[in-house]
């Protein structure tokens, strides 16, 4: 699996996705093997919709845990660099140069982003532009809606 792509993620983050994996492993797996021979011992399994709901449950539990497992083991996770510029895992406070509004976000991994926390993908247009800038940088974001200027205000 060496040519799978990099997870970049907070140590809270992998923490997260190993307390998942845990209780998928075993806790929601044992379930469901539970739930499976329950659905057997009712008979006929070709009209046996329990048993077909359980082999789904089943099916959803194995495929979450791959890829739990596929993601902690490409896990590069962020460290705090504070080197003065943009980084995954920075927060940062910019300031849209168009209406003077500020906010304040914070540059996550994709499989952390979190738009109502204020966590942005290393991957959107917003992180993409203010990657490797400094404070007081003005640089342009080229989103979907068109472009538009920020400037960094502070770097955390």
């Known amino acids: 699996m060496s040519d799978a792509k990099e997870v970049y993620l907070t140590a809270d983050g992998l ?18 093997i539970q739930l499976l021979k329950e659905a057997r011992a009712l008979g006929d399994l070709s009209e046996n919709a329990e048993y077909d709901a359980a082999r789904a449950a089943q099916a959803e539990v194995e495929n979450k845990i791959s890829e739990l497992e596929m993601m902690i083991e490409n896990a590069v996770v962020i460290t705090d660099n504070n080197t003065g510029k943009v980084s995954i895992g ?4 910019i300031k849209y140069v168009d209406d003077d509004e500020t906010e304040e976000y914070t540059i996550v991994g994709s499989k952390e982003a979190d738009p109502f926390s204020n966590k942005i993908s290393n991957e959107s247009p917003i ?8 404070v007081k940088d003005i640089v342009s974001v080229d989103s979907p809606n068109g472009k538009y200027d920020i400037e960094i205000l502070k770097i955390s």
């Open 90 to 93: 920075s927060k940062v406070t």
């Open 127 to 134: 992180a993409k532009a203010i990657l490797n800038k400094k």
């Open 15 to 32: 923490e997260k996705m190993k307390k998942e994996l845990e209780y998928l492993k075993l806790e929601r797996r044992p379930e469901v």
